[in-house]
């Protein structure tokens, strides 16, 4: 197992367009994590699984954003209609129950909307 | 929104030196972490300190917690060119998720 793995690095997409990122997490880890990271922040909470299931959601995460585990294994992050707003890094992790031990992070995808 | 907040937001030392970062919250936690970040990439778990804990250390890591006040302190002792990253501190409530800080921005020189 090699880690965290998303997918992809980096993404440039029109104002109004549609993207979509993955994330691979720990194969062992139950919970998944969604993270946005604007230049110079840290990390703020988007959503988080458990195995299938999207426990909790941020205020930050519109209706034009969906996150989906289909299986409990993989997941996705959608953003629909993209604004130059949403240009930033986004970082998934993973963890092993609630994280108490701390979570694994992938290297992020860089979104820029232009 | 964030639950921590880092001080100083930019550190600039010497290769050698010691580095102190601080961190403060806001509300009861389980445990706080500290997380490294290099530029454009992401995190990376450092070290984790519980909250019935009031001092840990992982090699040239020290960490401190004051759960009277709410805050931690992160130490790196005979710093090198490498250290040079993003330092988050971040604090898990009971059953929720981690929430972080915004960071210090550590430049070492050689």
Known sequence: ?114 | SQQGEEDPQALSIQEGENATMNCSYKTSINNLQWYRQNSGRGLVHLILIRSNEREKHSGRLRVTLDTSKKSSSLLITASRAADTASYFCATLEAGNMLTFGGGTRLMVKP
């Not at chain 1, 130059?84 to 995808?109: H, I, P, R, V």
Request: hydrophobic share 25%; proline share 4%.
């Open chain 1, 1 to 114: 197992d090699t880690g965290v793995s998303q997918n992809p690095r980096h993404k440039i997409t029109k104002r109004g367009q549609n993207v979509t990122f993955r994330c691979d997490p720990i194969s062992e880890h139950n919970r998944l994590y969604w993270y946005r990271q604007t230049l110079g922040q840290g990390p703020e909470f988007l959503t988080y699984f458990q195995n299938e299931a999207q426990l909790e959601k941020s205020r930050l995460l519109s209706d034009r954003f969906s996150a989906e585990r289909p299986k409990g294994s993989f997941s996705t992050l959608e953003i629909q209609r993209t604004e130059q707003g949403d240009s930033a890094m986004y970082l998934c992790a993973s963890s092993l129950g609630t994280g108490f031990y701390g979570y694994t992070f992938g290297s992020g995808t860089r979104l820029t909307v232009v």
